[in-house]
């Protein structure tokens, strides 16, 4: 397949590499990062999209993601796809589906979970929106940068998925550290917490696979002084557009919005951004009630 690769920052720069290394033609297009091993430097986002069978985005939001397919789904030849794998809003998903699928392309929205980690080793998680079609077409790239993926529905379904899962992230990983920081008040020992817990009806991925209390459970952030990660400014980013989605649908989503307000907190007031988003634990300890 001859693909382009537009955005090659900390996630698009190894996911296609790995493309590159698997033997596709891959080329690159960013606006200041470099190109990786292997992967052809393109002059501009549309010379890039010229002529290819699937042009992958990575980029920081929607209105980028908007401002970009502009440039590109014009030129793109019929039949192509455009593979949007950001972490975007849906209603931007939603409106360059409907961009290219004017435009005679299929699209697909597949948004990542796995982080920088995942991206290097080819362990992503996808979770994508689209047609039947353009899925199958796409499918074969995401068995090469991943090591699952999901079809999860029309247009928009991969995003609605993506802040779905992180909407219980921030939460389930919020109550972990206010449960562990009051554990710590009642003289409870952390490592006792961790071994009832973990086994019990609150276990979660938060405390079971990256537990927030240093020297306790799995290696996580928390044992390298809480460096990302995941930062905390990105949870903030998902939650943030979980909250626009439940707006647009009018849905009741008071824990997400809890978790908003206290990342936005955290991250703006408190010395949090730059810090992996399990650091909510210190955050709790130094705090007192009320
Ligand atoms: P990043 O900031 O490292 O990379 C984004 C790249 O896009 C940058 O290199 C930037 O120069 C480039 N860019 C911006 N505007 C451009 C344009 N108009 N044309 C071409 N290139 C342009 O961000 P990242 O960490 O790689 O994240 C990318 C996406 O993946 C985001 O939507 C993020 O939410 C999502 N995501 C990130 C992680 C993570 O752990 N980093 C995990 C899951 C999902």
Request: some cysteine.
């Amino acid at each position: 397949m001859k693909i382009g690769f537009i955005g090659l920052g900390n996630m698009g720069a190894p996911m296609a590499k790995n493309l590159a290394m698997a033997g596709h033609e891959i080329s690159g297009f960013d606006l200041q990062a470099p190109c990786p091993d292997g992967v052809i430097k393109a002059a501009s986002a549309s010379q890039l999209a010229t002529g290819k069978d699937v042009v992958i985005t990575m980029l920081p939001n929607g209105e980028i993601l908007r401002s970009v397919a502009n440039d590109i789904l014009p030129v793109m030849q019929n039949g192509a796809v455009f593979l949007d794998c950001s972490t975007v809003d849906v209603d931007s998903a939603r409106a360059v589906a409907v961009q290219a699928e004017k435009a005679g392309l299929m699209a697909v929205d597949a948004p990542v979970s796995g982080g920088v980690g995942g991206a290097a080793g080819g362990t992503l998680t996808f979770m994508a929106g689209g047609t039947q079609a353009g899925f199958a077409k796409v499918e074969p790239l995401f068995e090469i940068m991943g090591q699952k993926s999901v079809h999860c529905g029309g247009s928009g379904a991969g995003q609605s998925a993506k802040i779905c899962n992180n909407m219980i992230l921030g939460v389930t990983m919020i109550a972990t550290c206010e449960a562990f920081a009051l554990a710590d008040k009642l003289g409870l020992d952390r490592q006792k917490m961790f071994d009832v817990v973990s086994t019990s009806s609150g276990y979660s991925w938060s405390i079971n696979a990256y537990c927030p209390a240093p020297g306790v459970g799995p290696q996580s952030p928390a044992d390298n002084d809480y460096k990302p990660g995941f930062a905390a400014e990105l949870m903030l980013k998902d939650l943030r557009l979980s909250q626009k989605a439940a707006k647009s649908v009018d849905a009741d989503t008071p824990m997400g919005h809890s978790a908003t307000e206290l990342y936005e907190q955290f991250v703006n007031t408190e010395g949090g951004e730059g810090m992996d988003f399990s650091a909510m634990l210190p955050r709790f300890e130094k705090r007192q009630r009320g």
